[in-house]
């Protein structure tokens, strides 16, 4: 069991930037795929992007290259996501996500391939 808590949400003018984090308890870490989601209200869960075990490889949607960074120390047990030049559409909850036993290929974009969940931090970015 993996248990994951979100932070570094808030409110935010756009054009600036926030890192969030996301926390690791329990059994593994280094042991899991990493992956960061959004949603926004009245929408469907979005994928953003994931990292691999060790950080080395990473994997974005195509709408959020650019201006989304994930990275990860398996020393501290946690994964980031750095946002930059923010737009008041980036406005969303966004939740880290920790893939269990891995079949096949590493990254996955689909939310039911992800076993853990955290609780999501609130970003608001203002006009």
């Known amino acids: 069991q993996v248990y994951l808590a979100e932070s570094g949400g808030g409110l935010v003018q756009a054009g600036g930037s926030l890192r969030l984090s996301c926390a690791a308890s329990g059994r593994g870490f280094s042991d899991n795929v990493m992956g960061w989601f959004r949603q926004a209200p009245g929408n469907e869960r979005e994928f953003i992007g994931t990292?691999?075990?060790?950080?080395?490889?990473?994997y974005y949607a195509d709408s959020m290259k650019g201006r989304f960074t994930i990275s990860r120390d398996n020393a501290k047990k946690t994964t980031y996501l750095q946002i930059d030049r923010l737009k008041p559409e980036d406005t969303a909850v966004y939740y880290c996500?920790?893939?269990?036993?891995?079949?096949?290929?590493?990254?996955?974009?689909?939310?039911?391939?992800?076993?853990?969940w955290g609780q999501g931090t609130q970003v608001t970015v203002s006009p």
């Open positions: 996500a920790a893939r269990g036993t891995v079949v096949g290929r590493w990254y996955e974009s689909q939310p039911e391939a992800y076993d853990y």
């Open positions: 990292i691999s075990w060790s950080g080395g490889s990473t």
